[in-house]
């Protein structure tokens, strides 16, 4: 298991830029796979992103072209970098460690950080 805590997040315009990171405890850490996920007021959990431990990254369709996930084993950090931010990205973001593949699901993730809020402002 791996402790996770977010950062990074804020109020953007749209347009704007954002880039949340996700830090984590544990020598293992190269060897999960790290997902973001989001969740907004009244909905359930997003997938947005995972990097897996191979180095492989999967988007979800309303990310894809905007956001970037990426990964520094040797600094236990993943990122998301968030271009061209709308509105309808508002939501606490999430980060998620898996110990073996990536996954688009949420409950397939062991742990969780206590995520960090981004507000994208019209």
């Known amino acids: 298991q791996v402790q996770l805590v977010e950062s990074g997040g804020g109020l953007a315009q749209a347009g704007g830029s954002l880039r949340l990171s996700c830090a984590a405890s544990?020598?293992?850490?190269?060897?999960?796979?790290m997902g973001w996920f989001r969740q907004a007021p009244g909905k359930e959990r997003e997938f947005v992103a995972y990097?897996?431990?191979?180095?492989?990254?999967i988007y979800a369709d309303s990310v894809k072209g905007r956001f970037t996930i990426s990964r520094d084993n040797a600094k236990n950090t993943v990122y998301l970098q968030m271009n061209s931010l709308k509105p309808e990205d508002t939501a606490v973001y999430y980060c998620?460690?898996?110990?073996?593949?990536?996954?688009?699901?949420?409950?397939?993730?062991?742990?969780w950080g206590q995520g960090t809020q981004v507000t994208i402002s019209s």
């Open positions: 998620a460690a898996r110990a073996g593949w990536g996954s688009l699901s949420a409950r397939d993730y062991e742990d």
């Open positions: 544990g020598r293992t850490f190269s060897s999960y796979a």
């Open positions: 990097s897996s431990w191979t180095g492989g990254r």
